[in-house]
């Protein structure tokens, strides 16, 4: 299997505190990474050293095996795209022209191609049509989340970043999304790298559970082996919890 991602020897402090000791991690292409653990344990430091949005103390991170430092950082964000909890649309700006911001940057001179990307990715994140001119403020938490996927999706990454991205929004809609990133990941082959404080979401959606506490990797395995053998007491408690959640 081909390396997408790759975290080696990674140090990242804030002042005096340790976030990430020597933390090493590679992720397959196509894989559908999710990350749980405790909070302030380091998942939205880890994410964010991948699209260079902090820079690690010591360490390389490569994608495709080239590190990233001697990467245009341009490029490497235009290939990495990155959906956070909440909105971080552009409130200015139309659904359409959010969704079309990194399309309309790369096929300047054809309109016509970034109308139907926006019209395609619409329908991908069951967005309808009639949405297209309304502004961030005018739309529920959840459908100003699917546009915030789509905007993703629509710049073609070869990576989508996402931290807690249904975090804001109700069980049911957050249970439509789920769905919905799950079969666009089929689709798509993308590799994702998904950052959620919910054992249940972590296990329907990852190829791969990566399980952290206090910077550690506690466990880092396929959804069944993580149920069937849980590593520590660590991972044995948030199991559990989800037995418990499920009964
Ligand atoms: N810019 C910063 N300056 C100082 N400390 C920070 C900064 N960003 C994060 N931290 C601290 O580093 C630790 C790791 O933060 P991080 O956001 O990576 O954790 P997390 O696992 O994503 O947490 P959570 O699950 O609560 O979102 C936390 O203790 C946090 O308070």
Not at 75 to 95: C, D, E, K, T, W
Not at 104 to 111: C, T
Not at 189 to 194: E, L
Request: glycine share 8%; net charge negative; charged share 20%.
């Amino acid at each position: 299997m081909e390396t997408m991602i790759e975290f080696q020897h990674i140090c990242k402090s804030y002042g005096t505190q340790v976030v990430l000791n020597d933390f090493q991690l590679s992720i397959e292409k196509g894989a559908f990474v999710t990350m749980i653990g405790s909070s302030g344990c380091g998942k939205t430091t880890a994410l964010k050293l991948i699209n260079g949005l902090l820079i690690p103390d010591e360490g390389t991170i490569r994608i495709e095996g080239t590190d990233i430092q001697t990467m245009d950082q341009n490029v490497l964000r235009r290939n990495i795209g990155y959906a956070i909890q909440g909105s971080v649309l552009f409130p200015h700006m139309s659904v359409e022209q959010n969704i079309a911001y990194v399309p309309s940057l790369l096929n300047r001179r054809d309109r016509q191609r970034t109308r139907d990307a926006v019209d395609q990715w619409m329908k991908i994140v069951h967005l309808p049509q009639e949405l297209k001119d309304r502004y961030p403020w005018e739309l529920s938490g959840g459908q100003q989340q699917r546009v915030g996927i789509a905007r993703a999706l629509a710049a073609s990454p070869d990576i989508l970043l996402m931290d807690e991205p249904f975090g804001a929004v109700d069980s049911i809609t957050r249970t439509q999304l789920q769905k919905e990133i799950k079969a666009i990941h089929e689709d798509s082959g993308i590799t994702i790298v998904f950052v959620t404080h919910d054992i249940n979401e972590a296990l329907y959606l990852g190829t791969r559970v990566l399980v952290m506490d206090q910077g550690a990797i506690q466990q880092y395995d396929t959804p069944d082996q993580i149920r069937s053998r849980p590593a520590t007491d660590f991972v044995r408690q948030l199991i559990s919890g989800q037995q418990q959640a499920a009964g």
